[in-house]
């Protein structure tokens, strides 16, 4: 079994940064590709960015120059560095991992969830 557990999450100004951590338990981390996911308030759950085990990358356009993702294979954790933050990147955000289909950005191929956290941006 696959567990997710994310941290780092907060209430932040615009323009400020936040760092997003995700902790995985499971020998099946090296096989995974991590992903970052939120939804906001009212909205359906949109793609972040995800990270093979490789260090291949793929980024919503939303967050592209702003956001990076990296994992840490030796500790099995993957961050989201989330940099020039705006109000409309407030959400709770999702770390999820998936078994089978490569940088995929659609939340359905993904297996596995974390509890979520929550990132408030003020203006």
């Known amino acids: 079994q696959v567990q997710l557990v994310e941290s780092g999450g907060g209430l932040v100004q615009a323009g400020r940064s936040l760092r997003l951590s995700c902790a995985v338990s499971?020998?099946?981390?090296?096989?995974?590709?991590m992903g970052w996911f939120r939804q906001a308030p009212g909205k359906e759950r949109e793609f972040v960015a995800a990270?093979?085990?490789?260090?291949?990358?793929n980024y919503a356009d939303s967050v592209k120059g702003r956001f990076t993702i990296s994992r840490d294979n030796a500790k099995n954790t993957v961050d989201l560095q989330m940099n020039s933050l705006k109000p409309e990147d407030t959400a709770v955000y999702y770390c999820?991992?998936?078994?089978?289909?490569?940088?995929?950005?659609?939340?359905?191929?993904?297996?596995?969830w974390g509890q979520g956290t929550q990132v408030t941006v003020s203006s």
């Open positions: 999820a991992a998936g078994m089978g289909y490569g940088l995929t950005a659609r939340g359905y191929e993904y297996d596995y």
């Open positions: 499971g020998r099946t981390f090296s096989a995974a590709v």
């Open positions: 990270i093979t085990w490789t260090g291949d990358t």
